[in-house]
């Protein structure tokens, strides 16, 4: 059982899937400060200072904190549309290299065919 554990633990995708959870908390907490300190300010001045959080409502003994709420939706769609540019940015990136990939020489049934094509063009105007 212990081999098979290693086994398991020692192949290519859980070990990337480790890294990407790794990346993942380090890039969460980079977009979470991006949030807290530059873009919720920002908004609060764009809406005359509203804070979110602050917002309650008390119903009873029991006080209803639906800001903390509201402030997480949004905190959510920020990291949302945070994650979807930079993957959009990796997946051009990717593109672009894989545009230089198909830009190498042609392979030799390429340029037999091509040689071809031109014979025959020279008997067609030959005639």
């Known amino acids: 059982m212990w081999k098979d554990f290693k086994a398991f633990i020692n192949q290519g995708n859980v070990m990337d899937l480790a890294v990407g959870i790794i990346i993942?908390?380090?890039?969460?907490?980079?977009v979470s400060s991006l949030v807290d300190n530059i873009?919720?300010?920002?908004?609060?001045?764009?809406?005359?200072?509203?804070?979110?959080?602050?917002?309650?409502?008390t119903f009873g003994n029991a006080e209803i904190k639906y800001g903390l709420f509201v402030q997480s939706v949004i905190d959510f769609f920020i990291i949302s549309f945070s994650i979807f540019l930079f993957i959009r940015f990796l997946m051009k990136f990717k593109r672009k290299k894989e545009e230089e990939e198909v830009a190498e020489e042609p392979d030799s049934k390429?340029?037999?065919?091509?040689?071809?094509?031109?014979?025959?063009?020279?008997?067609q105007s030959e005639q």
């Open 24 to 30: 993942g908390a380090a890039f969460g907490k980079i």
């Open 39 to 57: 873009i919720t300010p920002f908004l609060g001045i764009l809406l005359k200072g509203i804070n979110f959080s602050n917002l309650s409502y």
């Open 110 to 123: 390429e340029v037999l065919l091509t040689e071809i094509r031109d014979l025959l063009k020279e008997q």
